[in-house]
C-alpha cells in the first residue's frame, strides 16, 4: 500500500509540476535574430538592483500587504528568459487564496525542490503576488528566439514565481506571448491568466478546439467572472452553443459577450430550469460546491460528455494533511469520482488546472486583434493602491477583471499608441476602398 501511495502522489505531483510546450509553433518563428543582453537601469534605484513591489512577509489578510521600494531586481538567469518592465497586471481570486496560503507547501515545493529537507517555514518570502502582466521586454538570454527588447508582451505568471505586481518580472520565453496589437497594456492584463485557464480545461481536460467545437453544447456556471467572460467568446468564436449561469443582474454582460441561454442562479430553481433544456457536451464548473451535483445530470450520457471542475481539492488538501498524504488523498478522490461518474452514466469527471502557455496566447491575441474577443475590464486601480484592488475582487460578484495600473505614464501612451493604431487601419481600410 505504501508504494502505491508514493507512486500516486509522486505521478500527481510530476503532473502538477509539468508544462507541456508547444515546441513546434515556436521553433517555426523563423527569422528572428538572437536576443542581446541589455542594461536595465534607468535611476538611482535601478543602479543598486532594486525595484518597487508589493510583497507579503506573512500570509493572511489584505493587512499583509506592504509596498517595498527595495525589492531585489530579477536578473535573467537563464538562456531562455526574458525580463519584462510590468505597465499593467491584474488581479485574480488566486491571488486572494495565495495570500492566505492556499498550495503554501505544493507551491514551495515547486520553488525549491530542496525545501522538503528544511524545516524553514520562512524561506518563501517575501512573496510577489500577481499573475496576469502586461509589459515591454528589456532583457533576455542568448538563447532566446521568440522575443527582442523592445517588444510589446503579455503573459500569465506561474504560481510558483515571483508576480507581476512589481516593476519588472523574469519568465521563461515559452510562457510570454506577443500582446495583442489593439489593446492597450490595462486592457491587455485582463486576460492571459483567464485565457490560460480556460484553454488548459477546454482543451486538455474537456477535449473541445476550434475544429471540434461547432454546435456543441456547453455549460458555463459562474459566467460573469473572468474565467467565464474569455469562455464565452471563445467558445462562440468555434461556433458553439453556450448556456451561462450568473446572476440577474450580469445577464446583459453575458448576453452581450456571445451567450445563448442565461439562467439565474439566484432564482432558487436554476437546476429545474437546466434540466429543463437539451442536454450537455461540457459543462464547466467554476462555481464548485453543491452544482457539482446537479450539474452532472446535465451532461449527454453515453456520448463522451465531460464534466470540468476548476475547483479542486489539490492544493487544499496538501496544505492540511501533507504533501504525500494530502496529494494521495486528492488522487483518491479524483480516481472515486471518475470511476462512479464512467460507470453510472457514461460521462467523464475532471480537473481542470490553470497551466501558463505562451503559444497558446499566441492564438489568443491573434482572435483579439480580429475583434473576436474583447477585454471584460470591471476596475483599475494605480499600483498605490493595490490593497483597496484586493478589497474591490474581495467583494465578489465579479463582472470581469480588476487591473492594476503598475506604469501609469507608460500605459496613457500605450492607448494613444493604440487609437493611433486604429485611426491608421481605418484610413488605410478607406483607401483601398477609394482604389
Not at 96 to 105: C, D, E, L, N, P
Not at 156 to 168: N, T
Not at 183 to 198: D, G, K, Q, R
Not at 243 to 271: F, I, K, M, W
Request: charged share 20%; glycine share 8%.
Amino acid at each position: 500500500m505504501g508504494s502505491v501511495r508514493a507512486m500516486t502522489s509522486f505521478r500527481l505531483l510530476s503532473l502538477f509540476t509539468s508544462k507541456a510546450v508547444d515546441w513546434s509553433q515556436t521553433l517555426a518563428r523563423a527569422g528572428w535574430s538572437v536576443c542581446g543582453r541589455r542594461n536595465v537601469c534607468s535611476s538611482p534605484s535601478r543602479l543598486q538592483g532594486c525595484m518597487a513591489a508589493w510583497v507579503i512577509h506573512q500570509y493572511g489578510a489584505s493587512g499583509v500587504l506592504k509596498l517595498s521600494e527595495e525589492t531585489p531586481l530579477p536578473i535573467v538567469r537563464s538562456p531562455t528568459e526574458v525580463m519584462v518592465k510590468v505597465h499593467a497586471a491584474s488581479l485574480n481570486p488566486l491571488d486572494i487564496s495565495m495570500r492566505g496560503g492556499y498550495g503554501a507547501k505544493l507551491l514551495k515545493l515547486r520553488r525549491d525542490p530542496l525545501s522538503v529537507l528544511s524545516s524553514d517555514s520562512e524561506s518563501e518570502f517575501p512573496l510577489i503576488l500577481g499573475r496576469d502582466v502586461s509589459g515591454v521586454v528589456v532583457d533576455c538570454g542568448s538563447e532566446v528566439t521568440h522575443v527582442l527588447p523592445g517588444d510589446e508582451v503579455w503573459a500569465a505568471v506561474p504560481p510558483w514565481k515571483q508576480g507581476s505586481l512589481a516593476e519588472y518580472v523574469t519568465l521563461t520565453e515559452y510562457e510570454v506571448s506577443h500582446k495583442p496589437k489593439l489593446l492597450s497594456h490595462t486592457e491587455a492584463a485582463s486576460i492571459p491568466y483567464v485565457a490560460n485557464t480556460a484553454l488548459s480545461a477546454l482543451v486538455n481536460a474537456g477535449g473541445l478546439c476550434r475544429d471540434s467545437s461547432s454546435n456543441k453544447r456547453v455549460l458555463i456556471t459562474g459566467g460573469s467572472g473572468g474565467v467565464g467572460t474569455f469562455s464565452i467568446q471563445l467558445l462562440k468564436a468555434w461556433g458553439a452553443h453556450v448556456t451561462v449561469t450568473c446572476s440577474q443582474n450580469a445577464e446583459g454582460l453575458v448576453r452581450g459577450l456571445g451567450a445563448d441561454e442565461v439562467v439565474d442562479y439566484t432564482a432558487g430553481d436554476a437546476p429545474d430550469q437546466l434540466q429543463m433544456m437539451e442536454k450537455f457536451d461540457v459543462v464547466l464548473d467554476s462555481v464548485g460546491g453543491e452544482t457539482e451535483q446537479w450539474a452532472m445530470e446535465l451532461l449527454k450520457p453515453w456520448s463522451g460528455a465531460k464534466y470540468v471542475t476548476l475547483v479542486t481539492p489539490l492544493l487544499s488538501s496538501t496544505d492540511s494533511m501533507g504533501l504525500l498524504d494530502g496529494v494521495f488523498q486528492a488522487g483518491s478522490t479524483l480516481h472515486n469520482k471518475a470511476i462512479q461518474n464512467i460507470i453510472s452514466n457514461g460521462v467523464f469527471y475532471r480537473w481542470g488546472f490553470y497551466a501558463p502557455d505562451g503559444p497558446a496566447l499566441d492564438e489568443v491575441s491573434r482572435l483579439v486583434d480580429a475583434g473576436k474577443i474583447l477585454p471584460v475590464v470591471e476596475a483599475q486601480f494605480p499600483f498605490s493602491q493595490v490593497p483597496q484592488a484586493f478589497q474591490k475582487l474581495e467583494q465578489g460578484h465579479a463582472r470581469g477583471k480588476t487591473v492594476v495600473r503598475v506604469a501609469e505614464e507608460d500605459d496613457r501612451q500605450d492607448e494613444e499608441l493604440v487609437q493611433s493604431a486604429a485611426e491608421a487601419e481605418g484610413e488605410e481600410q478607406e483607401t483601398l476602398k477609394q482604389n
